[in-house]
C-alpha cells in the first residue's frame, strides 16, 4: 500500500517527491516535474540507457549534463553532428573514451535535440593529480558552496572507504581508500556544479546522465545539490539490476535484468 501511495504522488506530479518507489520502464514516460531529473545507470546497461532515453523524451530537458563528456567534448555537439552517430562518436573521440558502445548512448543525444549539451567528466589522470589533497583543495573556489570544505563524519569515511574497497573486489591497497572516497566526493560535486549552472543558463528541467551510484539521494549529486541551492526541485532515478535489499537511497528506482558480463574481479586478479 505505501509503495502504491508512493507512486501515485510521485507520477502525479507532486512538487517533490514524499516518498521513494519502485517503478517501471513505463512511468518514465509520466516522471513528475523537477528542476533537476538525475537518471541513473548501470554504464554497460543497454536496457539502462534506453530508459534514460525515454524519460528524456518524455521530459524534453532545456539542457542534458553527461558524466562522460569534458566540457570540451560538449562543445564538439552540434546540430550537423547530433543525429549521426558515426560522426558524433568521431568528434567526441568515443573510441577512446574508455566508455561503453556509443550506440547506447547517441539515442538520449537525439531524445531532446535542442537541449543544450553539458559535461562534467573527471578524467581518471585528472583525478590522480588530486591525490593527497583536501577535497576544498582540490575543488576550488566553491568547494564550501557544496559542502566539500568540512570533511566527512569519521564513521562516513569509514563507510565510504569500505564500499570502495568492495567495488574494487578488496584488491585496492587500503592507504589509497581516501583518495576513492575523494574522487567520488569530487565527481558528485562536479555533477552538481554543471547541473545548476546548467539550470541557471536555461532554466529546467535538466536532465543528468550519470552511474547509478552518483544518483544516491544520501551522498551523491542530490546531496551536493541540497547544499548549494536548497529550494531548487531535485528527482533521483537509481537503475538497478538486482532488488534492492531495505529502501535504496533514490526518489524512484527501477530493476532491470542484468547484463551478461565477464567477472570485474578477473581485472584484479
Given at each position: 500500500?505505501?509503495?502504491?501511495?508512493?507512486?501515485?504522488?510521485?507520477?502525479?506530479g507532486?512538487?517533490?517527491?514524499?516518498?521513494?518507489?519502485?517503478?517501471?520502464?513505463?512511468?518514465?514516460?509520466?516522471?513528475?516535474?523537477?528542476?533537476?531529473?538525475?537518471?541513473?545507470?548501470?554504464?554497460?546497461?543497454?536496457?539502462?540507457?534506453?530508459?534514460?532515453?525515454?524519460?528524456?523524451?518524455a521530459?524534453?530537458?532545456?539542457?542534458?549534463?553527461?558524466?562522460?563528456?569534458?566540457?570540451?567534448?560538449?562543445?564538439?555537439?552540434?546540430?550537423?553532428?547530433?543525429?549521426?552517430?558515426?560522426?558524433?562518436?568521431e568528434?567526441?573521440?568515443?573510441?577512446?573514451?574508455?566508455?561503453?558502445?556509443?550506440?547506447?548512448?547517441?539515442?538520449?543525444?537525439?531524445?531532446?535535440?535542442?537541449?543544450?549539451?553539458?559535461?562534467?567528466?573527471?578524467?581518471?589522470?585528472?583525478?590522480?593529480?588530486?591525490?593527497?589533497?583536501?577535497?576544498?583543495?582540490a575543488?576550488?573556489?566553491?568547494?564550501?558552496?557544496?559542502?566539500?570544505?568540512?570533511?566527512?563524519?569519521?564513521?562516513?569515511?569509514?563507510?565510504?572507504?569500505?564500499?570502495?574497497?568492495?567495488?574494487?573486489?578488496?584488491?585496492?591497497?587500503?592507504?589509497?581508500?581516501?583518495?576513492?572516497?575523494?574522487?567520488?566526493?569530487?565527481?558528485?560535486?562536479r555533477?552538481?556544479q554543471?547541473?545548476?549552472?546548467?539550470?541557471?543558463?536555461?532554466?529546467?528541467?535538466?536532465?543528468?546522465?550519470?552511474?547509478?551510484?552518483?544518483?544516491?539521494?544520501?551522498?551523491?549529486?542530490?546531496?551536493?545539490?541540497?547544499?548549494?541551492?536548497?529550494?531548487?526541485?531535485?528527482?533521483?532515478?537509481?537503475?538497478?539490476?538486482?532488488?534492492?535489499?531495505?529502501?535504496?537511497?533514490?526518489?524512484?528506482?527501477?530493476?532491470?535484468?542484468?547484463?551478461?558480463r565477464?567477472?570485474?574481479?578477473?581485472?584484479?586478479?
Amino acid at each position: 500500500m505505501r509503495q502504491a501511495c508512493a507512486i501515485a504522488l510521485l507520477l502525479a506530479g507532486a512538487a517533490a517527491p514524499a516518498f521513494a518507489a519502485e517503478i517501471d520502464a513505463a512511468d518514465l514516460r509520466t516522471l513528475p516535474r523537477a528542476d533537476v531529473v538525475i537518471l541513473g545507470e548501470v554504464h554497460d546497461n543497454p536496457d539502462h540507457h534506453a530508459n534514460q532515453a525515454s524519460a528524456v523524451a518524455a521530459l524534453q530537458p532545456t539542457a542534458l549534463v553527461f558524466e562522460m563528456l569534458t566540457p570540451d567534448q560538449a562543445a564538439r555537439v552540434t546540430p550537423a553532428n547530433r543525429g549521426d552517430a558515426a560522426a558524433l562518436a568521431e568528434a567526441l573521440d568515443w573510441a577512446d573514451s574508455g566508455w561503453p558502445d556509443f550506440a547506447m548512448y547517441h539515442p538520449i543525444f537525439t531524445a531532446a535535440p535542442a537541449a543544450e549539451i553539458f559535461g562534467a567528466a573527471l578524467p581518471r589522470e585528472e583525478a590522480r593529480a588530486l591525490f593527497g589533497q583536501s577535497a576544498a583543495e582540490a575543488f576550488g573556489p566553491e568547494a564550501a558552496l557544496f559542502g566539500l570544505d568540512q570533511p566527512l563524519d569519521p564513521d562516513e569515511q569509514a563507510a565510504r572507504e569500505a564500499d570502495q574497497l568492495a567495488a574494487h573486489c578488496d584488491a585496492i591497497p587500503e592507504e589509497m581508500l581516501p583518495d576513492m572516497v575523494l574522487v567520488q566526493r569530487l565527481r558528485d560535486a562536479r555533477l552538481a556544479q554543471v547541473a545548476l549552472n546548467a539550470v541557471e543558463s536555461g532554466g529546467g528541467p535538466v536532465a543528468v546522465i550519470t552511474g547509478t551510484g552518483h544518483a544516491r539521494t544520501d551522498q551523491g549529486i542530490p546531496a551536493k545539490l541540497a547544499h548549494a541551492a536548497p529550494g531548487i526541485q531535485v528527482l533521483s532515478l537509481g537503475q538497478l539490476e538486482a532488488a534492492p535489499e531495505g529502501d535504496p537511497p533514490f526518489d524512484l528506482w527501477i530493476v532491470t535484468d542484468p547484463v551478461d558480463r565477464p567477472d570485474p574481479c578477473d581485472a584484479f586478479r
